[in-house]
T-cell receptor, first 111, second 114 residues
Framework: DQQVKQNSPSLSVQEGRISILNCDYT??????FLWYKKYPAEGPTFLIS?????DKNEDGRFTVFLNKSAKHLSLHIVPSQPGDSAVYFC??????????FGPGTSLSVIP | DVKVTQSSRYLVKRTGEKVFLECVQD?????MFWYRQDPGLGLRLIYF???????EKGDIPEGYSVSREKKERFSLILESASTNQTSMYLC?????????????FGPGTRLTVL
């Protein structure tokens, strides 16, 4: 049973528009959430994280929103660029626990 | 910058062969992990280690073993490779900071078992 879900396997967005990647989780003990980005033939790279004491964290073009009551988080990329085309993994952990990864969403940014 | 290296980018082995995948990190991280990535399944944890000579099973340890003789090196072993072990294998290392674990990944090894 997947504890971290990314229900959209793929997403296409025009360059310059907003990309919104969604993630849902089932374990209410999760209190730390991360997004990783993965290009083909490379390992995932850490992108941004958020602790459960916050509902928003921003880093340049990337913003993560956390809705604890809905057990939902989203990653916003504004504006989207062709170089953002990659697979994005949502991940979550409880304090001191293992990191659990979602299945990933493949983002294509069309020039 | 954290650097995690894996011994091979691509590997082709035959069914029944013993396979060694090596991973080395240069940041003195305590924690090291082995994952496999398959389409639609994300990253699944095979084994991890929080210290030298220490190992813990992840979610899918069957058919695999690991070795951590030195802090910087974590090896994944397929005792007798099978075709269902064809996958992308990713090694990661991390350091606990205030109870938080941010992992840094190597480039991956694409293993094909024929």
């Amino acid at each position: 049973d997947q504890q971290v879900k990314q229900n959209s396997p793929s997403l296409s967005v025009q360059e310059g528009r907003i990309s919104i990647l969604n993630c849902d989780y089932t374990n209410s003990m999760f209190d730390y959430f991360l997004w990783y980005k993965k290009y083909p033939a490379e390992g995932p790279t850490f992108l941004i994280s958020i602790s459960s004491i916050k509902d928003k964290n921003e880093d340049g073009r990337f913003t993560v929103f956390l809705n604890k009551s809905a057990k939902h988080l989203s990653l916003h990329i504004v504006p989207s660029q062709p170089g953002d085309s990659a697979v994005y993994f949502c991940a979550a952990s409880a304090s001191g626990g293992k990191v659990i990864f979602g299945p990933g969403t493949s983002l294509s940014v069309i020039p | 910058d954290v650097k995690v290296t894996q011994s091979s980018r691509y590997l082709v082995k035959r069914t029944g062969e013993k396979v060694f995948l090596e991973c080395v990190q240069d940041m003195d991280h305590e924690n090291m992990f082995w994952y496999r990535q398959d389409p639609g399944l994300g990253l699944r944890l095979i084994y991890f280690s929080y210290d030298v000579k220490m190992k813990e099973k992840g979610d899918i340890p069957e058919g695999y073993s690991v070795s951590r003789e030195k802090k910087e090196r974590f090896s994944l072993i397929l005792e007798s490779a099978s075709t269902n072990q064809t996958s992308m294998y990713l090694c990661a290392s991390s350091l606990w900071v205030a109870g938080r674990d941010t992992q840094y990944f190597g480039p991956g090894t694409r293993l094909t078992v024929l």
